[in-house]
């Protein structure tokens, strides 16, 4: 099959080539498709260069070893997705020592949070945005750039950080709130 017709394949059918052949080449176009998106992910999570290029390249070996494991229950970029996602916060974890980056919010959360609408989040000029997403929590950051930058449904982020759908919105809404917040504290004329 020649290259070019290759890089029309789908993901699950050059995932089951790759299985099934084991030639290179396929595995190949898959890193074409994802290590930019990976890279991205990783400097935005990690940032830093140096480690987002580390971290991309032990993501895609991970795949790369763990590609039999691939059950098709999810697209292809949600499974990349989740690695990338659960590599970096594992990293994050081991750089800040922390215990527990999602804390169970539930138990001590107030019962009512105000509701911030999403155009109030997409209103926000692009370089407050950033300042504003480096001030919340990692996993509100995370979690608000996997609803709207990545444009994951609700299912999709369940499925990544391991939780029921209702936990996903009551985790997006607290961040939006939290966002909100953060925007107010260091923009309080805006």
């Known amino acids: 099959m020649a290259t070019q017709g290759k890089t029309k394949l789908e993901d699950f059918e050059l995932v089951e080539l790759f299985l099934k052949t084991q030639r290179p080449d396929y595995f190949s176009i898959l890193y074409q498709r994802y290590s930019s998106k990976v890279y991205s992910k990783c400097i935005f999570m990690l940032k830093n260069d140096a480690r987002a290029k580390d971290a991309t390249q032990e993501i895609f070996t991970k795949i790369f070893l763990n590609l039999a494991k691939f059950s098709g229950r999810s697209k292809f970029s ?19 020592k922390e215990k527990k980056l999602f804390s169970e919010e539930v138990d001590d959360a107030p019962d009512i949070i105000e509701e911030v609408e999403d155009a109030t989040l997409l209103e926000m000029e692009v370089s407050r945005l950033k300042k504003v997403l480096e001030e919340i929590p990692s996993g509100d950051r995370a979690v608000l750039l996997m609803k709207y930058q990545d444009e994951l449904s609700i299912r999709e982020i369940a499925e990544i950080l391991n939780k029921t759908e209702s936990a996903i919105k009551m985790k997006i809404k607290r961040a939006k709130h939290k966002a909100q917040k953060v925007y107010r504290d260091i923009f309080p004329n805006k």
Request: net charge positive.
């Open 78 to 96: 949600t499974w990349v997705y989740s690695i990338t996602y659960n590599f970096c916060i594992d990293t994050i974890r081991k750089r800040k």
